[in-house]
């Protein structure tokens, strides 16, 4: 799906634009609603919750509007420094944009009220900030029966001031188009903010340390959950008729047991995850890449603002 797919705007003639903050807990699908948006692949996305560390914006251009939208790290209150750096990234990003769409999951049980329990405390920082926000309810492809929705629906419209509340699925598409619409009449009236062929703002050298990232979690999540960072050392042109792109990327582990894990029997995990993540990056690119990736163990680099320092987080 791409942008090109909600070109139907509302013809009212005024162009509108803004931010637009996802927000919700870990692994209800901010990235998978991000990526689907801007039709390509912006912010990684996989089964492992917490695994957007930083804010990241995509941006989707509509007939009479442009929305950036900001995903954010799933919100939870745990004392790792590096949960703290997260928590802050995602309070941050309300506090600077126009509006907020809390992502939360369709629930088959649809015990509305308890499921809403648990995303109270992260009610009570949009309601802090004072900043309009819809609801979008995703997942709902997993759900058999659309009226089981409905209890969890009349929950969160309890005493909640959303502007709308829209069922989606970030996943399968639906609901899209709906959701864009609702984001669109909220905007103020405003200027584009980036040019129309733009889809993010994010700087090549993340782009890629996050690709690298995504392949390495898809093929070792389960040993390494949360101990892995990967910081882009250098992005340089290189010599050749057609483009040609030389990067060399650091995978930072927290012990050496883990450098044994992505490293592998013979190098072979590494060789895997760089072979994935070099076809990632040249489609981004749309030019050949040599990728060259190395493993280094900084200690407890999680636990401390200096060790978030020491692999590339910055606050922003």
């Known amino acids: 799906m791409s942008s090109n797919d909600f070109r139907d705007g509302?013809?009212?003639?005024?162009?509108?634009?803004?931010?637009?903050a996802l927000v919700g807990r870990p692994n209800v699908g901010k990235s998978t609603l991000m990526n689907s948006l801007v039709g390509q692949t912006v912010s990684i996305a996989t089964r492992r919750p917490q695994t957007t560390r930083t804010r990241i914006r995509g941006v989707v251009n509509i007939e009479n509007a442009q929305i950036v939208f900001v995903d954010t790290p799933g919100m939870h209150e745990k004392e790792k420094a590096l949960n703290r750096f997260m928590l802050e990234e995602a309070?941050?990003?309300?506090?600077?944009?126009?509006?907020v769409v809390m992502l939360v999951?369709?629930?088959?049980?649809?015990k509305g009220d308890a499921v809403k329990d648990e995303d109270s405390w992260i009610l009570e920082e949009i309601a802090k900030s004072a900043k309009p926000c819809v609801l979008a309810v995703n997942k709902i492809d997993r759900v058999k029966k659309k009226d089981e929705l409905l209890p969890l629906l009349a929950s969160y419209s309890q005493g909640e001031n959303f502007k709308e509340m829209v069922p989606i699925s970030a996943l399968k598409g639906d609901g899209l188009k709906e959701l864009t619409r609702a984001i669109e009449k909220l905007l103020p009236q405003g200027p584009k903010f980036f040019p129309e062929d733009m889809v993010t703002d994010q700087p090549e050298r993340l782009l890629v340390a996050e690709l690298v990232r995504e392949q390495a979690i898809v093929r070792v999540g389960q040993e390494l959950p949360y101990s892995l960072a990967v910081e882009t050392e250098s992005f340089k042109d290189l010599p050749g008729k057609s483009p040609f792109v030389g990067i060399s990327a650091v995978l930072y582990v927290e012990r050496d047991s883990q450098k044994g894990i992505l490293i592998g029997k013979k190098g072979k995990?590494?060789?895997?995850?760089?072979?994935?993540?070099?076809r990632s990056i040249e489609r981004m690119l749309n030019c050949r890449v040599h990728l060259d990736l190395r493993v280094k163990v900084a200690r407890k680099w999680s636990q401390t603002m200096g060790g978030l320092r020491r692999v590339g987080y910055e606050k922003k």
């Open 10 to 20: 509302q013809g009212t003639g005024e162009f509108r634009s803004g931010f637009v």
């Open 91 to 99: 309070r941050s990003a309300i506090g600077d944009v126009d509006l």
């Open 105 to 110: 999951e369709a629930h088959g049980k649809a």
């Open 269 to 278: 995990m590494l060789k895997e995850i760089g072979s994935a993540s070099r």
